[in-house]
């Protein structure tokens, strides 16, 4: 058994049958063919170096080193794009140019000669280690380090280039030390200090380690980036970033460190200056990055700019596209199978699908044990095999419900309706206690006993609640004693991810332990749970091992039986794409999902055999004539609207659109007429960027409805858990569940270190290729490559998905991607894994090689504003009290609680600061608007439901025509139009025409004299087939299930534990997207 992930970059480098050589040319490296050129005089976040001699400069401009004269020209490639270099300094004697770079999957510390040739790396590892400054003697690096140790902080190391060691010469046991810099003495070296990123205060310390001195403070709010000593060594130079007035700001500030001095003079006038080292070319004057360009500056003086042009050579090729059957109504093998249940047995299987809990006799036909249309997910025997507990929202809010085997029926009330929602059940071996979860990542038990509910992880006090971000589902230990759960554990707060480890948590006690998922050391210690949901750890009924899915391959790792605790190695047991196991009673068999089949195998590996679900599924087809008398119709087309016509509707499409005829209405084919003649009909809107299941299962059955009642007719996922994402695509398609039309995808492909839930850390060529494979069998519509992983793997990926499945694809990057053909990038700006992004400043602002790199290549951008600022607009102007979008009765009904109080408190806060964050909107919707004016293409998403369900889109609607000031009409076309064109199915979808999808809206009031107006909805069409808004509302209006449940046991206090300071979830989520 291989666990190491280590992957060497190398030269040659073939990818996609290009061979790139790294360094030594003239121009980039496999791109001279290219057919299309697009030049950039401005960059994203540059950051620059200077030769010893002052005659050249070296800078990283969108991932590419480059080399350029000091008075400025014509840049010349010097790196080539999959090696990811960036922070570039050169070493003060010459001769060579260090830099960090991610090729193979961390970073590291390189080094090349300075006209690009000869790259090499320095440090290896699992560990990152990034912002390399060479010695003034250049003997030796400093750098900082997590040094592959979870939950710690970044220190600040450096590294003899003559014995390759490293040695620490700066650890905070509770801050995080990083950015380090030399003196030009080179005996001591200053850096950055500070919680995460936040850097609060610049020390200093011997360049041997030693006691810390501090140099500079942050004011109040403000932090530090970059320190840079003057050549005399009085006078430290560094970013200084925060919000002034509202308005985002980053200056560079020289500080005086004489003896007495301590004052701090502004270099230049710019409030956007890039977070990366100044260079000082004498005691007055240096050079930096700011607004877009590399500046010299004098010390309380003027500056002067070093202009450039840089050539990113384009190639993007056509594929054949997806071909969608949008008019059928054969059977199909049901594929969305979710959280299958191994009965004690070994005879049944529960799961579900198609919106319900199906149990089934293995070899005979599955039948469903619920009927409703509410939502139903995570089935899990009892250890006798007499009861099956799932979750439903059938009482309002998802609760947890037992259904009784023996005698066919399920319970009418809920085990207990305290807190919020429950989901993913798990009995103890006795059958006296039943665990579950709710929306805050908490975990807790039902003792059917005692009848109270207690919370998992509190200590015996009470006081605290063990909130997890997006944890697995729970599995009790044999003594009943420990309950295990996949919970991620970061490596630093500066940097957000890790791997999802085996927690175990006292039930008792609440002592907790974090357990690496291979094994406690070695190459096994950085493994990682395929997924945190369905993929273990799931204890063994003998209480001897546990199962779990790593690198999609099904694991067993032995266990103390007394304890639960891990004590070995993790063992392989197939080696076929798995997801979601469960054992057997004797816990000799295990059951699992392969690429949608169901597969049994003995718990000593070996051969697996198949275990046939005979179900099958329609999709929901209406027939016969609709006839809609619009008063008004937006097509989608362009600004012009037609007035008093007819819609005729064959079934799910359209007939055709001709001017209104009454008698049209009385013709002899016996149809539906829908009067619309005092609304205005437009094409259902599109959500571009949803993530259904990072909160989905506790929306439950609301949120379909949601998204219809607020005009949205299809969503996009670019992620989700894969066999969830079928599931509803099947679900909302057959009719099973109400909701829009769903493209679905699976979890997106990620690196070694995750942070959400559903993110797949790959770490090998091979895993790779079976996760793509996943894709593939399970229909995915896109394909996610997420924030680590390697930009080779990204382009494996990418081909994978053109040439095979005829799917897009899109990251959080627009290079390299955008040269080689990728599809998409899912925001403007967003988490990247180097701490800043290529696309937006810190400032806030996108420069013109973003936004033509954008507008020149056919490579299209999704608008997620996470912008509360227009909660603030009321809904009419003239309304006294003035009502607000939160407001809205269908958010009072179909919204959960949690979320529409989070909602009033956003609406609330925007209204006393109307001005906080409408500055960093401003300059989204100024580049959305130039992008979407120069030819380019922007789509409206949200990324929900991290932003608002429904409310999101519409506030980027109204951003785009308040504050960008694009008409309505063009606003609208981000969310029918163009996302119907960029994913393909525009001959279907996207604007209203004779033989498309009849996916309406419609509206009380036209959008195009106000976009607010596009909230105003009364009913939605999908497929043909009409929702009125007060239907969609109808079951939550009044739910069913609402006898008095088995208990009321109150739960203890929701406080966040201050056991770690990642078990947080929402501020892990704040953080992400600040």
Known sequence: MNISRSRRYAAPLVILGIALVVGGTRTAPGWATSPREIKVT????????????????????????????????????????????????????GGFVAFEAYAGGTFHIWAMDPDGRNPRQLTSGHQDDREPRVSPDGSKIAYSSDNAV??????????????????????????????????????TIAFVNGTGATGTSIQAVPAAGGARTALVTAPKGQRLNSPAYSPGGTKIAYVQFGTNDNVNQSQLWVTD??????????????????????????????????????????????????????????????????RFDFDSSDKRQVVGIVGPALSPDAKRVAFEALNQIWLMEIGKKPHPITADTYYKCDPAWSSDGSKIAYSTDKSGIMKVYVYDVRTGRGDDAPVTDSGGAQVSPAWSRDGSKLAFQDQNGATFYYDFNTRAVHAVGAPPAGSTTLNLFAPSKPSWSYAGNTIAIGALKPYTRRFRE??????????????????????????????????????GPVY???????????????????????????????????????????????????????????????RSGGTARD??????????????????????????????ELRNVDIIIRDNRIESIQPHRQALHKSADNGRVIDASSQTVIPGLWESHTHQYIEGKFYGDRLGRLWMTFGVTTLNSVGDPAYRAVETRESFASGDRV???????????????????????????????????????????????????????????????????????????????????????????????????????????????????????????????????????????????????VDDERLKVLNVPWDQSGLITKRNNAVANPQAGRDALQKEEDTFAYIQHNSGTMLAGTDSPLDNVATALHLNLRGQALLGHLPPWRALQSATKLPAEQFSVAKDLGTIEPGKLADLAFLTDDPLEDIRNATHVASVMKNGRLYTVKELMAPFVTPAGTRSPASRAILAPRHPSAEKWWHDPEQMIEDDHK
């Open 611 to 640: 275990v046939p679900v005979d179900l099958t599924w329609r999709p929901d087809q209406p027939s016969g004539r609709t006839v809609v008398h619009a008063g008004r119709l937006w097509d989608g087309r362009g600004p012009d």
């Open 498 to 535: 890790g791997t999802s480890q085996i927690l175990t948590v006292d039930v008792k006690t609440g002592a907790l332990a974090y357990n690496p998922t291979g094994n406690n050391s070695g190459e096994g210690q950085y493994m990682s749970l395929s997924t945190r949901g369905e993929d």
């Open 150 to 187: 979870f939950g710690s902080n970044y220190t600040v190391r450096v590294l003899d280039l003559a014995t390759r060691t490293s040695t620490t010469v700066a650890s905070d046991a509770t801050l995080d030390d990083f950015e380090p810099t030399w003196s030009p003495d080179g005996k």
């Open 540 to 602: 063994s009924p003998d209480g001897t091992a546990m199962a779990l899915v790593m690198e999609s391959n099904l694991w067993i790792r032995p266990v103390d039986r007394a304890s639960g605790l891990p004590t070995g190695a993790a063992v392989r047991i197939n080696t076929e794409v798995t997801d979601a196991p469960s054992w057997s009673g004797d816990s000799q068999q295990l059951l699992y999902l392969s690429n949608g089949k169901l597969r049994l195998i003995p």
């Open 739 to 885: 909701g829009p039309r769903y493209f679905a995808t699976g979890e997106a492909i990620d690196g070694e270190r995750v942070f959400y839930n559903f993110m797949r850390p790959t770490t090998s060529a091979a895993q790779l290729e079976r996760e793509l494979s996943r894709g593939k069998a399970l229909g995915y519509d896109m394909v996610k490559t997420y924030v680590r992983l390697q930009h080779d793997w990204q382009l494996r990926a990418m081909q994978v998905a053109h040439q095979d499945m005829g799917v897009w694809v899109a990251s959080h990057y627009m290079l390299p991607g955008l040269a080689f053909g990728m599809d998409g990038q899912t925001h403007v700006s967003a988490t990247t894994r180097l701490g800043f992004a290529y696309t937006r400043s810190s400032g806030g602002v996108s420069y013109s090689d973003m936004r033509d790199l954008f507008s020149l290549s056919g490579m299209f951008d999704i608008s997620t504003t996470f912008s509360p600022v227009l909660y603030s607009q009321p809904e009419s102007p003239d309304a006294t009290p003035p009502t607000y979008i």
């Open 257 to 322: 460190l004489s003896p007495g001095a301590g004052s701090a003079t502004r270099v230049g006038t710019s409030n956007d200056v890039f977070p990366f080292y100044p260079v000082w070319l004498s005691e007055t004057e240096l050079l930096y990055t700011a607004d877009g360009k590399i500046q010299i500056g004098t010390v309380g003086g003027g500056t002067r700019d070093v202009p450039f042009e840089a050539t990113f050579p384009i190639t993007r090729d056509s594929y054949s596209r997806k």
């Open 42 to 93: 401005r960059g994203t976040n540059i950051a620059a170096t200077v030769s010893p001699d002052q005659s050249s400069i070296v800078f990283d401009l969108q991932g590419i080193l480059w080399s350029l004269p000091i008075a400025g020209g014509t840049a010349t490639p010097l790196t080539q794009p999959l090696l990811e270099p960036a922070r570039p300094d050169h070493a003060p004697r």
